[in-house]
Structures are given as C-alpha cells and as structure tokens.
C-alpha cells in the first residue's frame, strides 16, 4: 500500500508559468484534499473533493484548479504561477462514507518555489 | 479560516521527560486526530479520537478527547530524540462537509 503520493517533490517555476501536481491514493478514499502550508499560517484548504466528479473550493482555491475524474486522482493546477503561491503542498485523502471514522493521510507533499 | 487553539506552541525538555500538549475549541467536534511533522515530510497521523471521554495510546503517545467534546490533549511520556518535530491537533465538525480544522502545532526539541 502506497497510500498518498505526490509528484513532483520539488519543483522551480517563473512567474506565469503553469503546471500540475499530481495526487495519488490507493486506499479508495472518497474525500482528497489540497493543502498548502505556509510558515506561521498553518495548513490552509485550497480545493476538496467528496467523491468522483465533485469538487469544491476551500479557503484559499484563487489561482487554483481542481478536477476528479477517478476516485484514485486528484491533480492540482496552477493556471498562472505567483510568486505568492511559493509553499509547501500536501496532498490527503480519507473515507467519506466509513460511518464516523475519518483517519485523513497525507502525501509527502511538493515544495514550489516561483521566481 | 477557523483554527484550533493549540499549546503550547513549543517546548524545550530534556530527554526522558514527559511532554503534555492541548487542543481547544469554542465549537463541539465528532473526531480529533493528532499528528506528527517532521522537517521536509508530510503530517503522519498518530492517534485518532471518536468518543468523548475516549482515551487511546499509540507506545509512549496517548491522546483523549475531551468529554465535553470541545478539547483533546496529547501526552508523551520518557521523550527521546525522535519525539522531535511539530505536532498538530485537528477536528471534525459534525455535519456539513466534514473539513478538518486544524491547531497551529507544537514545536518540540529536546536536549539529550
């Protein structure tokens, strides 16, 4: 069991550049999540997704986009890279539907640097 | 976003010692998960919590959730050098989508 994996580990981009970070779960999770973290702000919400085909914004998804079109994926794009999108990023998943038991896992995560 | 109110922020000890961390909340959660980052890794999950008044052990660690339902602590015991690293509470609302809110962490070191 791999559980959460993320590519790349790390990655440089200039302003205006996009890419995507891969996501990857064998657990059949229903819920993944992004997270950036930032020093001093804690893990903060970018996008979620409860399930194949919906996704839904968390509290920081500007510049962000977010698709699920398996229950095994959940890539996270950047459109235009800022420089204020430097962070580290992690990627979780968990079980939606197992009646009141939510153990959430992380991916390694992908440090992004934007010059 | 809303955040956990966790303390302490950090801690100094000296190895063997007994380290004793809380979480609290103005709001109820269903679950508490307690995990643990180490520098250049992602957050691993160390305990999770259900039950008000649940108490759970996972080796040296031991976390309960708090019987009102707005708290939970964590508790190491005989602290070694690998207990280093940053550790983070999180709650789970009921209802709604269920996103977990997260404590700021709490930086230990230890001396040996």
């Known amino acids: 069991n791999a559980g959460v994996t993320q590519t790349p580990k790390f990655q440089v981009l200039k302003t205006g550049q996009s890419m995507t970070l891969q996501c990857a779960q064998d657990m059949n999770h229903e819920y993944m999540s992004w997270y950036r973290q930032d020093p001093g702000m804690g893990l903060r919400l970018i996008h979620y997704s409860v399930g194949a085909g919906i996704t839904d914004q968390g509290e920081v998804p500007n510049g962000y986009n977010v698709s699920r079109s398996t229950t095994e994926d959940f890539p996270l794009r950047l459109l235009s890279a800022a420089p204020s999108q430097t962070s580290v990023y992690f990627c979780?998943?968990?079980?939606?539907?197992?009646?009141?038991?939510?153990?959430?896992?992380f991916g390694p995560g992908t440090r992004l640097t934007v010059t | 976003g809303q955040q956990l109110n966790q303390s302490p922020q950090s801690m100094f000890i000296q190895e063997g010692e007994d380290v004793s961390m809380n979480c609290t909340s103005s709001s109820i959660f269903n679950t508490w998960l307690w995990y643990k980052q180490e520098p250049g890794e992602g957050p691993v999950l160390l305990i999770a919590l259900y039950k008000a008044g649940e108490l759970t052990s996972n080796g040296r660690l031991t976390a309960q959730f708090g019987i009102t339902r707005k708290d939970s602590f964590l508790n190491i015991s005989a602290s070694i050098p690998s207990d280093v690293g940053i550790y983070f509470c999180a709650g789970i609302h009921t209802g709604g989508a269920q996103k977990l809110v997260f404590g700021q962490g709490t930086r230990l070191t230890i001396n040996p």
């Open positions: 979780a998943s968990r079980s939606a539907t197992r009646q009141g038991r939510y153990e959430q896992y």
